[in-house]
């Protein structure tokens, strides 16, 4: 089946650090990529996508390029905020059984101190 | 409107209590989805309707049921839950042919 392994948190920065987040994947045929952010006590918000091998999904200073390759789609900013502290869900959705599947990682909290 | 709306937002419940969750979404979503997170856990799958019709049931038990009276609407109703189904429930709609599913913000609920 599909998986999504993404690197173990929690993941603490100050302000202004660059931040990377990795996310590999296993599937089979062409998933979509996703990255999902999770403020405290609130739901799930999509953060950028990606559909197709070397795309690049971009929000917020955020970016992540569809890498087949290496079957990856890591999280990166440039310079992060105190607001950027959330939990970062990597995900794919693909077909199964008639249906957009979609399997998420385990989550990274980010913790981002002034 | 781009937005899965859930109410309530909190809800606390008995053992023997019924109740319902509500989601709706005016984005002309055929796809309907009920997800359990727990804490620090990404969310789990529940059921999938699909054009009104419930075409996933990942194994869940009884005492939660799901309806979708029309188009918009998703319900979740609930009855004689367990301390252990205290979670948050998050809905999410997609578009036919899209891949990429929109969350509502969710509802915290506490069995007592």
Partial sequence: ?114 | DTEVTQTPKHLVMGMTNKKSLKCEQHMGHRAMYWYKQKAKKPPELMFVYSYEKLSINESVPSRFSPECPNSSLLNLHLHALQPEDSALYLCASRQTGDTEAFFGQGTRLTVV
């Fill in chain 1, 1 to 114: 089946g599909n998986s999504v392994t993404q690197m173990e948190g929690p993941v603490t920065l100050s302000e202004e650090a660059f931040l990377t987040i990795n996310c590999t994947y296993t599937a089979t045929g062409y998933p979509s990529l996703f990255w999902y952010v999770q403020y405290p006590g609130e739901g799930l918000q999509l953060l950028l996508k990606a559909t197709k091998a070397d795309d690049k999904g971009s929000n917020k200073g955020f970016e992540a390029t569809y890498r087949k390759e290496t079957t990856s789609f890591h999280l990166e900013k440039g310079s992060v905020q105190v607001s950027d502290s959330a939990v970062y869900f990597c995900a794919l959705s693909a077909p199964s059984g008639g249906y957009q599947k979609v399997t998420f990682g385990t989550g990274t909290k980010l913790q981002v101190i002034p």
